[in-house]
């Protein structure tokens, strides 16, 4: 039997985010966001981790991972360069979440906007009914990926 | 969408012995917890790889909490050791294990810690270390304290290490805690009350081990730790 999830707690800053890794590429794309409950308040003793190929859509044992924490407004931001397709999917990152409330991380997928073809094709984003929450919004210079725990628009979460 | 695809699957949550998201007697899962259905991933490569962390990565002494100041912090001076395993239960080399913990009065080394215990100058509670070749990983370090918090009245956590794994795959992170053997706070925790199934529960608690007791030291306990989620044959690197 797996040994079961629990809370990364409050305090979680002193042991994980010393080491953290926002910056997966010195030059990039921003990719950032705000994690909210289901008040649509922000989650500042949040944690996101994200998963990455390369440009060459090559999943490397040495590139691709970040950790950031989360400001007062729930914000947290990456500087990473734009992976290619893996296995027939579309340009996506794996994005999993931590905080103080969550007994088990959540995890989802951030797709991009401007890949529409791909997006439609994608065999994950053309088969959770509604994909919105999983596409990022171009902004002044970046991506916005908001991540909504709970409430009218919750973000799709997946299970492996 | 240019196609019909059937849709993803959905899972049930709090099936199996994670917790539910929705924990109601752990008040801050009421607004966190997602309450929509979660959907099952088909299994690619974005599922299957995950990070390598290499011995540059982890310092000669961060796996000893005991020795990051110029003295040594006050409390029981403890050994935690054991084994990380997949979930087809072979061991997991190179494993990332942080850890994070009060120190022996129950206090962080954070500024949003507000309990009115000492702070210790010698101890941060913060470590890491990478399993060897066999699973193996050991820390040393002093037994934290109990705490107050305020998710009820007289609500106390019992004493735990926080520990952070990776395994071969992003989808085996884990983030869990370690409690110790016969803390009377267990039946009052809802943090590990959470774990409905008692036997789950069970594999929360280190077990106390005269083996890596450290005559005249240092106190030995054992803490195994199985990943979850697809366990494939190793990335090739």
Redesign the interface.
């Known amino acids: 039997m797996r040994t079961p999830s629990q809370t990364v707690g409050p305090f979680f800053s002193i042991g994980l985010l010393e080491h953290s890794a926002s910056e997966i590429s010195e030059v990039g794309i921003v990719v950032t966001g705000r994690v909210l409950d289901g008040a649509g308040e922000p989650v500042p003793d949040a944690m996101v981790e994200i998963w990455q190929a390369d440009e060459d859509g090559r999943y490397l044992p040495d590139f691709g991972w970040g950790r950031s924490g989360c400001d007062d407004d729930g914000r947290f931001s990456f500087v990473t360069r734009k992976p290619g397709g893996v296995d027939g999917q579309a340009p996506h990152l794996m994005v999993l979440t931590f905080a103080r409330g969550l007994l088990k991380p959540v995890l989802t997928r951030m797709y991009f906007p401007d890949e529409e073809q791909a997006n439609a094709e994608d065999p994950v984003l053309s088969a959770v009914g509604d994909p919105s929450t999983l596409i990022a919004r171009a902004g002044d210079g970046r991506l916005e990926f908001d991540i909504r725990l709970q409430g009218e628009d919750e973000t799709v979460f997946f299970a492996v | ?3 019909s ?4 699957e959905s ?1 049930r949550d709090g099936e ?6 929705i ?1 109601p007697d ?1 008040v ?9 259905p ?10 299957l ?4 962390f ?1 011995h540059e ?1 982890v310092g000669e002494l961060d796996h000893d909490l005991t020795r990051q100041h110029d003295g040594e912090p006050l409390g029981e001076r403890i050994i935690v050791s054991g084994r990380v395993l997949d ?1 087809a239960g072979r061991p997991v080399p190179s494993a990332l294990i ?3 913990q ?1 120190n022996a009065a129950g206090r ?3 500024e ?2 507000r309990h009115p215990a000492p702070l210790d100058p010698n101890f ?5 270390c990478l399993t060897d070749d066999s699973g193996n990983y050991r820390f040393v370090t002093v037994k934290p304290g109990a705490y107050p918090w305020r998710n009820h009245p007289n609500a106390w956590r019992p004493a735990h290490i ?1 520990l ?1 794994i990776f395994g071969r795959a ?2 085996n ?5 370690m409690y110790f053997p016969g803390d009377p706070l267990f039946e009052f925790d809802p ?2 009350q ?2 409905r199934d008692p ?3 069970e ?2 608690i280190c077990q106390f081990e005269l083996e890596t007791t450290e005559p005249e030291w240092a106190l030995g306990y054992h803490f ?7 366990a494939e044959t190793p ?1 090739e ?1």
Do not use: C
């Open positions: 969408m240019s196609r695809v059937p849709a993803l899972v199996g012995p994670n917790p539910p998201y924990h752990y801050s899962t009421r607004l966190r917890g997602p309450k929509r979660l959907l099952l991933l088909p299994h690619t490569r974005s599922e790889t995950g990070p390598v290499g990565s979930s942080e850890i994070w009060a962080y080394h954070h949003v810690d941060t509670g913060a470590g890491r926080h952070s992003f989808t992170r884990l983030v869990t805690q943090i590990f959470s774990v036997k789950a529960r594999l929360l195994d730790i199985v990943l979850g989620g697809p990335m690197t």
